[in-house]
């Protein structure tokens, strides 16, 4: 999966690790729909521009974590491989829809979905 588009929605709070100091497990929805599990991501080590929210497309370049059973799990390629934080859906949109199988279109309010 090489750069790829993604919109966050989950986001969790930083955890210790031995090996990375503190990661952020984070996942989303790439364009075409599909769930992705970004892990591990050293958060608080990016740049702030490269610091992310939930509810903002981001586009990095993602591998497959083969440390992780999950099939949805990718990591950056690098600590660090950048993040481009593009847009934001704004705070007074409290739903969107993001749908299954089907392709995600930005609009200037909200994502929504086509077939």
Known sequence: M??????????TYPAISTKYEELVCTAGFTEDGK???????QFRK???NEQYSKYEW???????????????T???ITHNTPINVLS???PEVKSFLLCKN???IESTTLPICKK
Do not use: C, M, Q, S
């Not at 769930?35 to 991501?41: C, G, N």
């Not at 981001?58 to 949805?72: A, H, Q, S, W």
């Open 2 to 11: 090489p750069l790829t588009k993604v919109l966050i929605t989950v986001k």
């Open 58 to 72: 981001i586009e990095v370049d993602l591998i497959r974590n083969k440390n992780d059973f999950r099939p949805e």
């Open 88 to 90: 934001k859906i704004p």
């Open 102 to 104: 089907t392709k995600i």
């Open 46 to 48: 990016k740049p702030y």
């Open 74 to 76: 990718y990591r950056p």
């Open 35 to 41: 769930w992705v599990r970004i892990y591990p991501v």
